[in-house]
C-alpha cells in the first residue's frame, strides 16, 4: 500500500505526467500498487461505468512515467553503482549446479537388479541429497515416481531424513506402492487410503506409523489432509501467515501521528485486513479431523508430493487483475505442515513432483517457490506476490476498451 503526496493541480500532474481526469499521484499511486489504471464517470443510475478514453490516456501516461523511472535510476552514477550492486548480491549470485555427474556415482544398495535408472533419473536424486526441497518437473514418461522412490530410499538410508510421507492422488495409492516394491524389493512401506484412515482406524494409523521405522509412509491425499495439525501448531501458522500485516499496521498509525494525521485510507484497509485473513485461514484449516491425534504424533519430518499442480491454489492476494487465487483448503493444509516441518526440521522438508507445475496462471510460479524454497524468496526480499511480479515481470495492458455511446 502505498500515501502519494502532491500537488494534483499544477501543469506537470495534469498534462504532464497525469491528465485533467486522473492527476499524476493517482496514475503513480496504481502503478506502485500494481492496480490497473482505470478512468471512471458516474452514469445517471449513480454507478461507475468505464470512461474509454480517459483510460487509454491515463495508461499512457502511466507508461510514460514508468519509463522516465527507469531512465532516472540510473542518470546518478552512485545510485547506479548501488543498484548494481544490490542486483548482483540478491539475483546474479547464484551458479546453477549439474547433478549429472553426482548422479552417475550414486550405488543405490537395495534396488532391483533388473531395474536401470535413466541419466535424468539418477541427476534427480542426486538433487534430493544436495537441496532442500527440490521440484521434479519433467514431462510425462519422464520417469518422476522412481524418482521420488530411489530419492526417498537414499535419503533415508543416508540418515538425511527419518520417516518420509508420500502422498499420492486417492486412485494412485494401490499402483504407487506396487511400483515402489518392484523398484525397492526389499523397502518397508506402511500404506494407507482415507478408508484406512476412517474413525477408529486413524488412531491405528498414527500408532503405527510412530511405532515403527518404516522406509516410507504412503497415503492418499485424502487421508494426508485427515491427519490435522495440533491447535497450538494450527493457530502458530495462522500467526505467521498474518506476521507481516501486523507491523504494516502499526507503521501505518505510527507514520500518521508523526507527520500530524494519520493515512486514514490505508489504516482503515489494513484494520480490515488482519482480522478477515485470520478467519479465511481458519475456515481453510477447519476440515474434518479426529481432535484426539495429531500429525506430529506420526513422526513424519519430510513430505513428497506426487501431482504437486493439484496444490497450485494457495491463497495469493494480489492487486492485479486475474492474478489473485482465492485458495483452497487443501492447499493451505500443505502449506501449514510444510511450514511446520520447516520450523521443526531445518529447511530439507519437500520435494513435489508433477508435469504441469504451471497450468493457467503465471501466479502458480510463485505458489511453487512458496512450497520449496520460501527462503530463497525471503533472501531476495520478496514477501508477496505484488513484488515478486513487480521483480520478475512486467504488467501489460491489452487495450481491448470500446468507445461508448
Known amino acids: 500500500m502505498w500515501d502519494v503526496k502532491a500537488n494534483r493541480h499544477t501543469i506537470a500532474a495534469t498534462s504532464n505526467w497525469g491528465t485533467q481526469w486522473m492527476p499524476a499521484s493517482d496514475i503513480l499511486k496504481q502503478v506502485l500498487e500494481q492496480r490497473p489504471v482505470r478512468v471512471t464517470d458516474e452514469n445517471e443510475d449513480k454507478r461507475r461505468v468505464l470512461n474509454p478514453t480517459e483510460t487509454a490516456a491515463a495508461q499512457e501516461k502511466a507508461q510514460l512515467l514508468q519509463e522516465r523511472f527507469s531512465e532516472w535510476v540510473w542518470e546518478e552514477p552512485e545510485r547506479a553503482n548501488c543498484l548494481i550492486d544490490e542486483y548482483n548480491l540478491r539475483f546474479n549470485s547464484i551458479v546453477l549446479r549439474d547433478y549429472s555427474t553426482e548422479g552417475e ?12 535408472p535413466r541419466p535424468q533419473q539418477r541427476a534427480a536424486v542426486a538433487r ?21 522412490v530411489m530419492g526417498v530410499m537414499e535419503l533415508r ?48 494409523f498414527v500408532a503405527r506409523a510412530a511405532a515403527n521405522q518404516w522406509d516410507a509412509v504412503i497415503m492418499t491425499r485424502t487421508a494426508f489432509q485427515r491427519i490435522s495439525l495440533s491447535p497450538e501448531s494450527e493457530a502458530a501458522y495462522i500467526n505467521s501467515e498474518i506476521t507481516q500485516m501486523r507491523p504494516d499496521l502499526e507503521s501505518a498509525k505510527s507514520n500518521g ?47 513428497v508430493v506426487d501431482e504437486l499442480h493439484d496444490y497450485k491454489n494457495l491463497e495469493t492476494p494480489s492487486n492485479i487483475p486475474g492474478a489473485a487465487i482465492t485458495g483452497s483448503a487443501r492447499a493451505s493444509d500443505l502449506h501449514m505442515k510444510a511450514e511446520f516441518l520447516r520450523e521443526r526440521e531445518g529447511r530439507r522438508v519437500i520435494t513435489g513432483a508433477t508435469a504441469t507445475p504451471i497450468a493457467n496462471s503465471v501466479t502458480e510460479m510463485y505458489v511453487m ?18 513484488t515478486w511480479a513487480a521483480t520478475f515481470g512486467q504488467v501489460v495492458e491489452e487495450r481491448t476498451l470500446r468507445s461508448r455511446r
Open 105 to 116: 556415482r550414486l550405488t543405490r544398495p537395495g534396488m532391483a537388479k533388473d531395474f536401470s
Open 128 to 148: 534430493m541429497l544436495s537441496e532442500p526441497a527440490v521440484g521434479l518437473f519433467h514431462q510425462v514418461g519422464a520417469g518422476k515416481t522412481a524418482e521420488m
Open 157 to 204: 538410508r543416508l540418515g538425511m531424513v527419518n520417516k518420509p510421507a508420500v502422498f499420492v492422488p486417492n486412485h494412485m495409492l494401490e499402483q504407487f506402492a506396487r511400483e515402489w516394491l518392484q523398484v525397492y524389493p526389499p523397502a518397508r512401506i506402511l500404506a494407507a487410503s482415507s478408508a484406512d484412515l476412517a474413525g477408529d482406524k486413524r488412531r491405528q
Open 257 to 303: 501521528q508523526e507527520n500530524g494525521r494519520a493515512n486514514a485510507s490505508i489504516v482503515k484497509r489494513l484494520e480490515k485486513m488482519v482480522p478477515s485473513q485470520e478467519e479465511r485461514l481458519k475456515a481453510k484449516l477447519d476440515s474434518p479431523a479426529d481432535p484426539a491425534i495429531s500429525f506430529e504424533e506420526t513422526g513424519i519430518d519430510y513430505l
Open 369 to 386: 517457490q512458496r512450497y520449496l524454497r520460501p527462503d530463497l524468496l525471503q533472501a531476495a526480499g520478496i514477501k508477496d506476490f505484488n
